[in-house]
């Protein structure tokens, strides 16, 4: 499909994916002939170019396809003058010196993904130690001993993986002892994801292989979009990621209220890393297109010199996104700037950063920014800081009782906008009832929730005997009306590995809901409680 929208003309693969789009089980679905040329990137050239062509920093480096979770194929432009930018803005924040081992276990399909693992190594010189997660899946602590093998201080990483090396290898880490792995060299661990950071999951995997010398704080999560691929990374040289507690009541109404940890309905929410250098973001209105106040949640917008381009194509979807790459402000303090649209709902917050560790401060921004040349902090909202600022320098510093902090703005990520569920008025994130229903009974192995008909419907795998599919059906509805008060029109209860999850580890509700219409699903048991 990627091959037909975009009209390529030649495919460049490997031998043995030649191989298989020339098999006759490709044909069947597939005519041989269709395909434009395909050449192996493994051969040899023939001859040697008489002269490498110059291409203007505006041209087009490569398109960027991906599918999101919603089941909408984008393909975006990326420049030359993007790719430099982005290249030259992660070698300053991730410290990339031709002396430094980096170990990348994340697909090289698209995003920052395929950046880190064709390109920048190139851009910096550093040496990457490239694990395929596939490689992962057949040998789940190939990542964590390659890792000790070669004393390697920053990985790169996706959810998917850590997820895989939490649960393959819970049971085995008196085994790993006696392998000697040692994570004790790891300084950072950056998990690349296009979502909320899931806390869970990363204290699970840091508190399972502490035992193996991993810092606690090493572990990390960057964020990135279709028209950023890399808007904020945590650095080689970054605080601990500052965490959040908010009223997920407040959240329903798009309001951002902070709470004390343990208050109830308080929802744990962590930084997205730092914002890399020349990124400014802004947290606008996705309606009315006016710029935030501090307690609203909004849609965030970005201006960077490593922006996409726009769009080549989109398909499976006829909405328009005319205005994603050049959406200016109605409303607020920069209405001449053009920005791009994330299509992620969020917030910022000033924190006070320490190695020691993270302080909320009360001050919101409304304009972030971190400046290219000297990696200084910019904000501009509507609230004062109670502390020196420099005049050449947005950089705020705190001087404490025996230590200094810096301020710096952090980035939090509620969730996507395309997967916001809208039930009596109020908005809903899937992903906070799923963690609510993952935590009602330790039979359920996954979760996933969509809408149908203004029916919720949860959809649950069972993790145990087809005899106990009866006894999840009141708990589901219980625990969704007790901590969410929504009543849940479907419960389907499925066996484990029905719930799509594509290779970064996302949910794939949308095609999860086509099943469930289609009734594709096969389900143990079905309740409907209309």
């Known amino acids: 499909m990627i091959v037909d929208v975009s009209k390529s003309g030649i495919i460049l693969s490997i031998q043995s994916i030649i191989k298989l789009l020339k098999s006759r089980e490709a044909a069947t679905s597939i005519d041989p002939k269709s395909w434009p040329?395909?050449?192996?990137?493994?051969?040899?050239?023939?001859?040697?170019?008489?002269?490498?062509?110059?291409?203007?920093?505006?041209?087009?480096?490569?398109?960027?396809?991906?599918?999101?979770?919603?089941?909408?194929?984008?393909?975006?432009?990326?420049?030359?003058?993007?790719?430099?930018?982005?290249?030259?803005s992660l070698k300053l924040a991730c410290e990339l010196y031709p002396s430094r081992h980096v170990a990348l276990c994340l697909d090289p399909y698209c995003g920052l993904g395929f950046s880190m693992w064709t390109l920048i190594s190139v851009y910096s010189g550093h040496h990457s130690i490239l694990i395929a997660p596939y490689e992962v899946e057949a040998n789940p602590s190939l990542w964590l001993s390659t890792l000790s093998q070669y004393r390697v201080r920053d990985t790169f990483c996706s959810y998917g993986v850590i997820e895989l090396c939490t649960k393959a290898l819970s049971n085995s880490i008196q085994m790993l002892k006696q392998r000697n792995i040692n994570l004790g060299c790891v300084r950072t661990c950056v998990v690349v994801a296009e979502e909320r950071p899931r806390v869970q999951l990363t204290q699970q995997f840091c508190k399972l292989f502490q035992a193996l010398g991993l810092n606690m704080r090493c572990v990390s999560t960057s964020f990135g979009c279709r028209v950023n691929p890399a808007i904020c990374v945590q650095g080689a040289s970054s605080a601990e990621s500052a965490q959040v507690y908010v009223d997920l009541r407040a959240l329903r109404n798009n309001r951002v209220a902070l709470v004390e940890r343990g208050a109830p309905n308080s929802l744990c929410l962590v930084e997205s890393g730092k914002l890399l250098p020349g990124v400014k973001v802004i947290i606008a209105n996705p309606d009315s297109k006016g710029q935030c106040g501090d307690s609203h949640l909004g849609e965030i917008w970005v201006q960077s010199p490593h922006n996409s381009n726009g769009y080549f194509t989109i398909y499976g979807d006829e909405t328009d996104y005319n205005d994603h790459f050049n959406a200016k402000l109605v409303t607020g303090c920069s209405t001449s700037e053009t920005w791009a649209r994330t299509g992620y709902l969020g917030f910022l917050r000033r924190t006070e950063c320490s190695q020691a560790g993270?302080?909320?401060?009360?001050?919101?921004?409304?304009?972030?920014?971190?400046?290219?040349d000297n990696e200084s902090i910019h904000s501009q909202g509507h609230n004062t800081l109670n502390s020196t600022t420099s005049s050449n320098a947005a950089t705020t510093t705190i001087t404490g009782s025996g230590n200094e902090q810096e301020l710096h703005d952090a980035v939090y990520i509620v969730g996507a906008l395309d997967e916001v569920i809208t039930l009596r008025g109020m908005y809903y994130h899937p992903i906070d009832i799923e963690n609510s229903v993952l935590r009602c009974h330790k039979k359920i192995a996954e979760c996933a929730v969509f809408t149908w008909t203004n029916l919720l419907v949860v959809v649950v795998e069972l993790d145990g005997n087809e005899s106990e599919a009866l006894d999840l059906v009141p708990l589901v509805t219980n625990t969704v009306l007790e901590e969410h008060q929504l009543i849940v029109g479907v419960v389907v209860v499925v066996d484990p590995g029905v719930v799509p999850i594509n290779s970064r580890g996302e949910k794939q509700r949308m095609h999860l809901r086509d099943g469930f219409l289609a009734d594709q699903l096969d389900p143990i048991y079905v309740a409907y409680n209309m």
């Open 358 to 372: 993270s302080i909320l401060d009360e001050t919101t921004p409304s304009i972030a920014s971190r400046d290219s």
């Open 37 to 88: 040329v395909i050449l192996d990137i493994e051969d040899n050239p023939k001859r040697k170019l008489a002269a490498i062509a110059n291409s203007t920093l505006d041209s087009t480096a490569y398109l960027d396809f991906s599918v999101s979770t919603c089941g909408r194929l984008s393909g975006v432009i990326i420049t030359h003058r993007s790719l430099s930018s982005l290249c030259a």
